[in-house]
Every structure is written in structure tokens, then in C-alpha cells.
């Protein structure tokens, strides 16, 4: 009885595929005996958190859900400045200008609401991430709310009464752990008697603490510890239901994390090389990755900047829009999956080494472009397979247990995994199925990063979808 089926969705915010097994996340280790587990799950590009969730939520590739960077270049609604995807009052311009739609394409969310299903969304991550993953809740009457931007909350007179239930909103920390058992608790105490179909739980740990107390950090190690707790939390939960109720549970990050090397100014470097950035000049947003949008009265800047990046040290590869025919020094935008109606001009990942190991034996640095990350940090964003790999594990109806899987897969296709379960109808922009483990022949592909010799971008072909797999140097496999 298809009716029946419920899926969750868990995600750990950061949480890199590789720290799975190394003895800080027992419940997650337990989840995984009895789940299918995809070891070489990918993010898409770039590996930043808004660009997946929107990635996640509606399982289309970013030139399909038209949010291809954290801060999102529209000059048409706003020239001035990139728009801020994880405040949710830049959604509502970008909402506004875009006829109600915030995403291209349609989330699994509001195709399962159109289809009378209910939706809950509860989340510790900010409030754009948030949003992107049920933006119309409020108009089903569905709940979506996050500890980190309590006004948001839907249903309104929602947040006023979790409050007077379980008190305030606990101070942010590091790592965050009162708000995280605090998300937990109004999932377990408040919104399950809701009985959503489909509930979608982001936890914003270990990212939050991740950026500032680097990967072998003590208090990121605690992150990991504490959101590991409440996905045991959940887990207790949910089997506990399953007599009654057909959940599948699926396990996720959104991308994994490299430690922080060195910063570097990306604006910097392109003034001091005769660019105009800024109002009027090259619109751009930066990270361990870069989104360029050239000024329409200043397209003869396109090959040179091109040049100019494909050159720079801190680069470690480019992409330009097919559109611009193949431009000297750069990759066709479309091979990352960008190159949609709503692409920059040019794309970037930051330069980075993989043979850098932290003192937690993690594999991973790289330049980081921001005010707020630390050297000994970590980041992400670029095309390290670090930052690309991330945790993916489905149990329930469907799923085999305690099987491991190297198929490609990541996070565009969980939308379809859930669809299927929910049984609705998938819509073409969609990709993969999860529990579809027929023997597709797996395909590599190298493309020579140009300027670069020995450096490669890898991409893993399965079936009909595309995965990118990550930069790779000489001799790096
Ligand atoms: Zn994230």
C-alpha cells in the first residue's frame, strides 16, 4: 500500500563521507547495517550548502533549479550586489521578480503536497537553506521551521507556541548542541503527531563548527558526536513506529569539508589585474569557488578574464557557458551541470591539494576566499573529491540491508528516491532512483583541465546521469 510509505530525510550538514566508520558516529555506523549504503556519493557543484539543498529538494542539477552559487548573481533584480540565497528576505526579492517560484524547478515537497500529501521541514540550518527545501509551505499549511531563524516559521502562531512548549530557542554555540537536541525534541514531542508523509530534518552541525574549529578540531569533533546522537534519537523513534508505518530513512550530507590553508582575496587579485569589480563591473561571489556575471555593455572582458583565471595560481580550474563557444583556458560550463539559463559567466574552483593530511588524518586543504573562516578552518565549495564526497545511506522498504554500493549517486538523487516511495509521478528534469541497482556499466571520464597539465576533472557516468567525481592531479587516483 503505497499510501502507507513515509520517508525521512536526515541530513548532517557537512558531514564528510569518509568520517563514517572512524568511531565518532556509532549511530550512524549502526544505521548503516541495516540500510544500503553509497559509498561513493556526490554533491554537485559547487559544493556549497544552498546550491545542494536546492539540489536535494527538487532532484534537478543547479542549471535546472537556477541556484548555482551561495549568493546568487542577478543583476536584473539586483545589480548592486549578489543576493544572499540564506536570507530568506533576498529569497522573497528573487520569489518576487521570478513569479512566486524561487527554483526553476518544482521541489518534491510541493509535488508531494499537490498530491495531499503532508510535509514538515524542521531544521537547524539557516533560514534560505530552509526555505529552499519546502518554499510554499506556508501556502499548504505544511510546517517548515528552523532553530536558526525562528520568524520564519510556518504555520504562523507556530514558533509562539513551540515556545511556550518547550521554552526559547537555546543560544547558538559550538558545537551547537542544545539547539540540535532542541530541533530534535520539537520533531519528536510536536511535529510527528502531525503525522507528515514526508519529513525532512537538516542539522546544521558538523558544519556550524567545522568552519571555525577545523577538521581535527576537539569541538568539531564534539559537532559530530552530538548530531550523531539525535540521528540515534531518530532512529529509536522510527523503529518504534515501524510496526505501524512504512518508513524508508534516508541518510545525507550536502558536501564535505577541506581544511582551510590560506585565504585569498579573489577581488583583489582581479583589480589589481585592470578588472572592474563592484557596482557597474564584474558582479562576482566568492568562496573556495567563483561566480562571475560580466556587466552586458562589457562583454569584450570575457576572454581575458577568462585568461586571466585560467592562469591564476589560485585557480584550479574555469568554466565558461557553452554559449561562449569554446573560450582558451576554460571547461564547457555544461559539464558541472551549470550551464543553465540562469549561469554566470564564468565559473571557478579554488586551487587545492588532496596530499595534505590534517592532524585528525584527514586528506584535504585548499585557498579559501572569506571574512568569516579562519586559516585552520575548513571550507567548501570547490572540486576536491573531499568536498564532493558526501554521506548517503537509504533503509527501509526496497533498500537491502547492510549492502554497500560504489554506483555513482548524491544528493540530486534522493527527490526521486522519495517520489517513488510516495508514489508520485517524476517529472523529466528529475534523476536517479536510489533503490534502482540494476548493473548500469559505469563510465569514467577524464577532461583535461587546460593550462594545467596532469590535472583532470573526473566524471562518473551511470546510465543516463552524469556525477562529478572530483579535480584530480597526475598520478592521483
Ligand atoms: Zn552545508
Known amino acids: 500500500m503505497r499510501d502507507g510509505n513515509r520517508v525521512m530525510i536526515v541530513v548532517l550538514d557537512g558531514l564528510r563521507g569518509d568520517l563514517i566508520g572512524s568511531g565518532v558516529t556509532p549511530n550512524l555506523d549502526a544505521f548503516l547495517s541495516t540500510a544500503t549504503h553509497f559509498r561513493k556519493a556526490r554533491a554537485v557543484f559547487p559544493t556549497s550548502t544552498r546550491v545542494n539543498a536546492a539540489a536535494l529538494s527538487t532532484g534537478a542539477m543547479p542549471a535546472q533549479t537556477g541556484l548555482m552559487s551561495n549568493r546568487l548573481l542577478a543583476p536584473e533584480i539586483e545589480p548592486a550586489r549578489p543576493l544572499n540565497t540564506g536570507d530568506p528576505e ?20 510541493e509535488r ?57 530557542v537555546p543560544a547558538a554555540a ?51 558526536r552530538a548530531v550523531d546522537a539525535e540521528l540515534g534519537r531518530l532512529l529509536d523513534w522510527q523503529a518504534d513506529r515501524d510496526r505501524d508505518e512504512r518508513w524508508t530513512v534516508i541518510v545525507a550530507s550536502d558536501h564535505g569539508h577541506v581544511a582551510v ?40 572582458l570575457l576572454a581575458p578574464l577568462a585568461e586571466f ?19 582558451p583556458g576554460t571547461l564547457p560550463m555544461s559539464l558541472i551541470g551549470c550551464d543553465g539559463p540562469r549561469a554566470p559567466d564564468l565559473m571557478i574552483a579554488l586551487h587545492g591539494i588532496r596530499d595534505a593530511w590534517t ?36 533503509s527501509g522498504p526496497g533498500f537491502d540491508r547492510g549492502r554497500t554500493s560504489d554506483a555513482p549517486a548524491g544528493v540530486t538523487d534522493i527527490a526521486a528516491t522519495a517520489a517513488a516511495l510516495l508514489g508520485l ?27 594545467r597539465p596532469g590535472r583532470r576533472l573526473r566524471m562518473r557516468r551511470y546510465g543516463a546521469q552524469v556525477y562529478v567525481d572530483g579535480i584530480y592531479e597526475a598520478g592521483e587516483e
Open 90 to 109: 533576498d529569497l522573497r526579492r528573487i520569489e518576487a521578480a521570478r513569479g512566486g517560484r524561487l527554483l526553476d524547478t518544482e521541489t518534491l515537497a
Open 112 to 168: 508531494a503536497a499537490r498530491a495531499g500529501r503532508r510535509v514538515a521541514v524542521v531544521s537547524s540550518a539557516s533560514g534560505g537553506t530552509t526555505r529552499l527545501l519546502h518554499p510554499r509551505a506556508a501556502a499548504f499549511g505544511h510546517v517548515r521551521l528552523t532553530l536558526r531563524d525562528w520568524k520564519e516559521t510556518a504555520p504562523a502562531g507556530l514558533a509562539a507556541e513551540l515556545e511556550e512548549r518547550f521554552g526559547s
Open 174 to 224: 559550538r558545537p551547537n548542541t542544545g539547539r540540535l537536541r532542541r530541533q530534535t525534541d520539537i520533531w519528536l514531542d510536536a511535529v510527528a503527531a502531525t503525522e507528515p508523509h514526508l519529513a525532512i530534518l537538516w542539522y546544521g552541525e558538523p558544519d556550524w563548527t567545522l568552519h571555525q574549529d577545523g577538521l581535527a578540531g576537539p569541538r568539531s569533533r564534539a559537532a559530530i
Open 261 to 300: 590553508s590560506e585565504k585569498v582575496d579573489a577581488r583583489e587579485n582581479l583589480r589589481g589585474a585592470g578588472f572592474p569589480t563592484g557596482f557597474g563591473g564584474i558582479l562576482s561571489s566568492f568562496g573556495r569557488y567563483g561566480a562571475l556575471a560580466l556587466p552586458a555593455e562589457r562583454r569584450d
Open 309 to 327: 583565471l585560467a592562469a591564476a595560481p589560485w585557480v584550479a580550474a574555469a568554466f565558461a557557458r557553452d554559449a561562449a563557444g569554446p573560450l
Open 359 to 394: 592532524a585528525g588524518g584527514l586528506s584535504g586543504q585548499g585557498l579559501m576566499d572569506s571574512d568569516t573562516v579562519p586559516v585552520g578552518g575548513s571550507a567548501h565549495g570547490g572540486l576536491l573529491p573531499e568536498e564532493l564526497a558526501t554521506v548517503l545511506a537509504a
Open 425 to 451: 509521478a517524476r517529472p523529466a528534469s528529475e534523476r536517479g532512483l536510489l533503490g534502482d541497482l540494476r548493473p548500469h556499466s559505469v563510465q569514467v571520464e577524464n577532461h583535461a583541465v587546460p593550462g
